[in-house]
């Protein structure tokens, strides 16, 4: 069973920066791909970045609203996925999930992913 446990998460005024990580452990398998989403208050759940890697390469996906911004990496020595936030903006509030599926369709495909975390809440101030 996999499981994908976000933190990092909290308060932060704008222009600040925020870096979230998530563990994750029990997949398998070159073609595992990671993303993290968010909800933000009032708003469904939407995409923000998606990171696949493979061999000695990777690819990412980004929502245009965080492209510039916003940088998801991933270590697969510690199976932990990050997400680096760079000039937060209010809009940027909201909780944000992490979550893991196999590579069967666009990265930033909601229907991609199967696992999910609890979650980590980031508040941007102005």
């Known amino acids: 069973q996999v499981r994908m446990t976000e933190s990092g998460g909290g308060s932060v005024q704008a222009g600040g920066s925020l870096t979230l990580s998530c563990a994750a452990s029990?997949?398998?398998?070159?073609?595992?791909?990671m993303g993290w989403f968010r909800q933000r208050p009032g708003k469904e759940r939407e995409a923000v970045a998606g990171?696949?890697?493979?061999?000695?390469?990777?690819?990412?996906a980004y929502a245009d609203s965080v492209s510039g911004r916003f940088t998801v990496s991933k270590s697969s020595a510690k199976n932990t996925l990050y997400l680096q936030m760079n000039n937060l903006k209010p809009e940027d509030t909201g909780m944000y999930y992490c979550?893991?599926?196999?590579?069967?369709?666009?990265?930033?495909?909601?229907?991609?992913?199967?696992?999910w975390g609890q979650g980590t809440q980031v508040t941007v101030s102005s």
């Open positions: 990171i696949a890697t493979y061999g000695g390469g990777s690819r990412t």
């Open positions: 029990g997949y398998t398998g070159d073609d595992y791909c």
């Open positions: 979550a893991g599926g196999k590579c069967t369709l666009a990265l930033l495909a909601g229907a991609l992913y199967n696992a």
